[in-house]
């Protein structure tokens, strides 16, 4: 039992002392929805405000405490205002807050540490070109690698997410922006990603049928397909469902890479910086990407992003071949000089891995007790649990896993979906919570199950209690469950799976 003047989180976590939206959520929720566009997403999936959040637990206006398993989607894989995160920024507050492309301190030292920690032998020839978004520095790396092999053409996957951009370019006007820019005539070629659970070249969940077809593609020359770049591919698919390729994948695509002069893009922005229990995603199968695209947790939470790329690509890039005015941000520089090093001090990689099989054990077991769950998948702490209509058939059950979202949000349990029919529940805990906290969202997983399933082989579930709230400041002893407050969600209980 860690001592709770040692966590980094809120101890009592969860606690739920109103049902969520309570009182003061909705007044600022109905703020927002004034002022604020529709378009906003996750307030509708987490209808909260947020006060305060620590280590891997955040606060509602109202008091409620919860455990965060979405980590910002991946971006706090450090957690909330890590002590060593924080202090570097708050020394950094002192120095300078913006300063375009010229060196600091700070600059250096990030540099020095990114470089260092890169997968393989790029961290011995490695160049970097910051971005803001994700986005940006995925398209940066197409772009790059257009330019470097004056083709125009990448491969994607189904199921990939890269991000949304794409578009400002067209409207830029200067001639020498719409020549580096991949956006403005680049053709992508679209290509299942192997997925073991439901295949759709290779039935046996490998990926020997598909690299066959992409030989097809660059080899023949009726395929219809001109003249590619690169191949771009996020190691483990993240908003595409958490789907683990097959093992002989990416060392496969790394040699089809090579065999046709590609340029292998990794996108390393959602499975990067120790989510999986490695640096990289890529360190895995020991494959070197050429170009590596990073963002989310590389800032604790302040934007930054950025392309590594092999510094033999190209001799020179133009000056402004890629430009943003926000570019490497002091603050987030900062920030990422400690995120890099607190990933490489100690063993939170290996811990990562060892405590991320047996959280994907412990939900396997829960699984093998629930028809609606088809699979746990993953790696380290990037865990999928896909939910299935039924299971021979593998039909996605989206509702079920939104179900689960709102029901363990009344839990105290932040936990979000992806997939292509938002029908995988992804566990994204901040590597750095509590064993505690860890059991506890486990054993709130569970009750959320009981609540909306027919445990198989198990009695069906008592009717929804209706517990009196726990008390402030209550402190919740290991291994209990939170009342349970008004049903959040329509689910009729105990209807079991066709
Ligand atoms: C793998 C991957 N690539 C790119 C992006 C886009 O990043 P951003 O939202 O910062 O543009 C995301 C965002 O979730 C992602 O998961």
Same mark, same amino acid.
């Given at each position: 039992?860690?001592?709770? *003047?040692?966590?980094?989180?809120?101890?009592?976590?969860?606690?739920?002392?109103?049902?969520?939206?309570?009182?003061?959520?909705?007044?600022?929720?109905?703020?927002?929805?004034?002022?604020?566009?529709?378009?906003?997403? !996750?307030?509708?999936?987490?209808?909260?405000?947020?006060?305060?959040?620590?280590?891997?637990?955040? *606060?509602? &206006?109202?008091?409620?405490? !919860?455990?965060?398993?979405?980590?910002?989607?991946?971006?706090?894989?450090?957690?909330?205002?890590?002590?060593?995160?924080?202090?570097?920024?708050?020394?950094?507050?002192?120095?300078?807050?913006?300063?375009?492309?010229?060196?600091? *301190?700070? #600059?250096?030292?990030?540099?020095?540490?990114?470089?260092?920690?890169?997968?393989?032998?790029?961290?011995?020839?490695?160049?970097?070109?910051?971005?803001?978004?994700?986005?940006?520095?995925?398209?940066?790396?197409?772009?790059?690698?257009?330019?470097?092999?004056?083709?125009?053409?990448?491969?994607?996957?189904?199921?990939?997410?890269?991000?949304?951009?794409?578009?400002?370019v067209n409207l830029t006007s200067g001639r020498k922006f719409h020549e580096t820019s991949?956006?403005?005539?680049?053709?992508? &070629? #679209?290509?299942?990603?192997?997925?073991?659970?439901?295949?759709?070249?290779?039935?046996?969940?490998?990926?020997?049928?598909?690299? #066959? !077809?992409?030989?097809?593609?660059?080899?023949?020359? !009726?395929?219809?397909?001109?003249?590619?770049?690169?191949v771009v591919v996020e190691p483990i698919l993240g908003e595409g469902g958490y789907v683990v390729p097959p093992e002989e994948f990416l060392p496969s695509l790394r040699e089809f890479c090579d065999r046709h002069d590609l340029l292998l893009i990794a996108d390393e922005i959602q499975s990067g910086l120790g989510?999986?229990?490695?640096?990289?995603?890529?360190?895995?199968?020991?494959?070197?990407?050429?170009?590596?695209?990073?963002?989310?947790?590389?800032?604790?939470?302040?934007?930054?992003?950025? $392309?590594?790329?092999?510094?033999?690509? $190209?001799?020179?890039?133009?000056?402004?071949?890629?430009?943003?005015?926000?570019?490497?941000?002091?603050?987030a520089l900062a920030a990422g000089t400690e995120v890099l090093r607190l990933l490489k001090g100690g063993d939170l990689l290996e811990r990562t891995a060892r405590r991320g099989e047996r959280t994907k054990q412990r939900f396997a077991e829960l699984a093998s007790s629930h028809l609606s769950i088809g699979e746990v998948r993953g790696r380290g702490f990037m865990i999928g649990v896909d939910f299935v209509k039924d299971a021979p058939g593998r039909t996605p059950w989206g509702d079920r896993a939104k179900a689960m979202r709102r029901e363990l949000l009344h839990r105290g349990v932040l936990m979000h979906t992806c997939g292509p029919f938002d029908n995988v529940l992804r566990f994204m805990a901040p590597l750095v919570i509590e064993d505690e906290l860890l059991d506890r969202g486990l054993e709130v997983f569970d009750a959320s199950l009981a609540a909306l399933d027919v445990p198989h082989g198990r009695a069906p579930p008592v009717p929804r209690p209706t517990a009196p709230m726990a008390g402030p400041g209550l402190v919740r002893p290991s291994g209990i469950v939170p009342p349970i407050h008004p049903a959040p969600s329509p689910a009729p209980p105990g209807r079991e799976l066709p």
């Open positions: 039992m860690t001592a709770p *003047e040692e966590w980094l989180s809120f101890p009592d976590a969860p606690r739920v002392l109103h049902p969520p939206p309570g009182p003061r959520s909705r007044e600022l929720l109905a703020a927002q929805q004034k002022l604020e566009t529709d378009a906003v997403v !996750y307030p509708r999936h987490f209808p909260i405000a947020i006060a305060e959040a620590r280590g891997s637990t955040v *606060e509602d &206006v109202d008091g409620n405490r !919860y455990i965060d398993w979405v980590s910002g989607i991946s971006v706090l894989n450090l957690g909330h205002r890590h002590p060593r995160v924080q202090a570097a920024v708050e020394r950094q507050l002192n120095r300078v807050w913006h300063a375009l492309e010229l060196p600091t *301190e700070a #600059r250096i030292e990030f540099l020095e540490e990114l470089v260092g920690s890169l997968p393989g032998h790029l961290r011995h020839h490695a160049k970097v070109l910051f971005t803001v978004t994700g986005g940006d520095a995925v398209e940066t790396a197409v772009s790059l690698a257009e330019f470097a092999r004056k083709r125009k053409g990448t491969v994607a996957f189904s199921g990939a997410y890269h991000g949304v951009h794409g578009g400002a991949a956006f403005r005539g680049g053709t992508v &070629v #679209r290509v299942p990603f192997p997925d073991p659970y439901r295949p759709t070249l290779d039935p046996d969940g490998g990926c020997a049928n598909l690299l #066959r !077809y992409l030989e097809h593609l660059v080899a023949d020359p !009726y395929s219809g397909v001109d003249g590619l770049a690169a989510r999986t229990g490695k640096m990289w995603a890529v360190d895995h199968a020991g494959v070197t990407p050429d170009i590596v695209c990073i963002a989310k947790t590389i800032g604790g939470g302040i934007p930054l992003s950025l $392309v590594a790329y092999r510094d033999d690509l $190209v001799p020179e890039l133009p000056a402004g071949f890629h430009i943003g005015t926000f570019r490497a941000n002091p603050l």
